[in-house]
């Protein structure tokens, strides 16, 4: 009898699985290091907590991905003033390299709540959007980031440097039909059949073997 082709997705062994559908967003929560630039004081270290989101989380060659980052109110840019609502407009840039290489521009809109004197500095949400040039890892690192604060008797303006910024999430591409991880063409099994795969530890998931996600491919041979 011939070979039994099986799907696994990249998850490590023992853990809990969840596989989303193609297109689902791609979202991760971290905190980045920030050297900025702050009048009168001078160089001000900052960790700023985010969530960043990307969709579709597995883009093709073409096709247009959506960043929207969302970040907490960072008390190392607290002010020594108050600032007027609506008055707090941030924009940030994020890095491609990989199967990518491209800058995306990330902008949210001048709408803040008043902000008391010593209070963290809110940063709100940004959005962004990006092309994916061609199929494979794209790889989304943290670039620079910029407060600006409309104020009288003059605006504040605030510029902040990653300190060696790590990835924050990685995208995966792939072409319909392309080459598993095993080397084997792109010779199609998908008849709808549901594939048990075992994770270890006694758990077990089904898994479509037409879902159209990012998986290593696994050969185990069967006996007669």
Not at 18 to 31: E, L, R
Not at 36 to 64: D, F, H, I, M, R
Not at 122 to 138: H, I, K, N
């Amino acid at each position: 009898m011939r070979a039994t082709r099986t799907l696994a997705a990249s998850v490590p062994l023992g853990l809990a699985a969840a596989f989303a559908a193609p297109g689902a967003a791609h979202a991760v929560d971290a905190g980045v290091e920030y050297t900025c630039q702050v009048p009168v004081a001078g160089a001000t270290k900052a960790v700023v907590a985010l969530s960043l989101t990307a969709s579709p989380a597995n883009p093709g060659a073409g096709e247009t991905v959506t960043f929207a980052w969302k970040a907490e109110p960072v008390a190392q840019l607290a002010g020594p003033v108050a600032y007027d609502a609506n008055s707090i407009q941030v924009s940030a840039v994020l890095v491609l390299s990989g199967a990518t290489t491209a800058t995306v521009q990330l902008s949210g809109p001048r709408t803040n709540a008043a902000v008391p004197a010593g209070s963290p500095l809110p940063l709100g949400e940004m959005t962004g959007t990006a092309t994916v040039g061609a199929d494979g890892q794209t790889v989304v690192t943290p670039g620079k980031l910029v407060v600006d604060v409309q104020r009288q008797p003059r605006p504040i303006s605030v510029a902040c440097e990653p300190v060696n910024p790590a990835p924050l999430l990685t995208l995966e591409s792939a072409a319909d039909g392309a080459e598993g991880a095993d080397g084997a063409a792109g010779d199609d099994d998908s008849d709808g059949t549901v594939l048990p795969i075992a994770l270890g530890g006694g758990a077990v998931v089904l898994v479509a073997a037409g879902a159209g996600v990012w998986m290593m491919r696994r050969r185990a041979a069967t006996r007669t």
